[in-house]
């Protein structure tokens, strides 16, 4: 009988010992699938605060894809054709641009000058030639050679080969409110401007222009000043 009852002792315990142990897993699922939720909770509170982000990200990717797109395009337009073309390359600086010609090509030779080549941007232009587009941080070498900003006889702000005086208008970036211009700078800032600044860098270019945006017209007024004219 004491055996026997000790063994029924033995087994209420070895009940009580199992309900405690899933108990207690039980508990620690419930805490552990909370705590889950909680992650997934800042995870999306993340995506959702970064979504403009996401959206910049997606915007890119899809000017880049366009991009790709519009390339495979007109390549498959030079493959329909054998036809040799000739191959023009304009390397667009940040301050002055270089054209030059690579010669004639066949469209396979186009298609690998392409692949060596993936940050061009090319194009078929109106009379069948090829023209790629290569960006370039710096100064083309008009611009390091005697490159000049200053202000044209319409009052445009441009980029010069050599001194204004000289007329040689390599870009025009904006027409100048002049009146306010003179002003609201002094005197020697006005006559450096139309004698020319001379450009040593990409940092002095930009800074430049910048300095002189804060007086550029407005379309709207530009319109105005020409229907008066």
């Known amino acids: 009988m004491n055996i026997f009852h000790t063994k029924k002792q033995i087994r209420k315990r070895w009940r009580r010992m199992k309900r405690a142990v899933w108990t207690i897993s039980a508990c620690a699922l419930v805490a552990l ?3 889950l939720g909680m992650l997934l909770s800042e995870q999306m509170e993340k995506l959702m605060t970064n979504e403009p982000l ?8 899809r000017d880049v894809q366009a991009q790709d797109d519009s ?6 337009e030079l493959r329909e054709t054998a036809q040799v073309r000739i191959v023009h390359l304009n390397k667009i600086y940040t301050c002055g641009e270089d054209r030059s010609v690579l010669g004639l090509m066949r469209p396979a030779e186009i298609a690998q000058l392409v692949k060596e080549h993936p940050t061009w941007d090319g194009r078929l232009g109106p009379g069948g030639d090829v023209w790629f587009d ?17 202000i044209d006889k ?6 010069f080969d050599g001194p204004p005086k000289q007329e040689k208008v390599i870009r025009t970036f904006f027409q100048l409110d002049v009146e306010t211009m003179e002003s609201a700078l002094p005197t020697e800032v006005l006559q450096q401007l139309k004698n020319g ?9 930009n800074s430049v222009l910048s300095t002189f945006s ?9 319109t105005m000043q020409q229907n008066k004219q």
């Open 214 to 222: 804060d007086f550029a017209v407005e379309e709207s007024e530009k």
């Open 33 to 35: 699938m909370a705590w």
């Open 54 to 61: 996401a959206l910049e990200t997606l915007g890119t990717l």
């Open 197 to 205: 600044i001379r450009i040593q860098d990409v940092e002095e270019y």
């Open 134 to 150: 290569e960006h370039i941080q710096g100064l083309s070498e008009i611009c390091n050679r005697d490159g000049y900003v200053g």
């Open 154 to 159: 319409e009052g445009n702000l441009s980029l």
């Open 71 to 76: 390339q495979q395009e007109w390549l498959e």
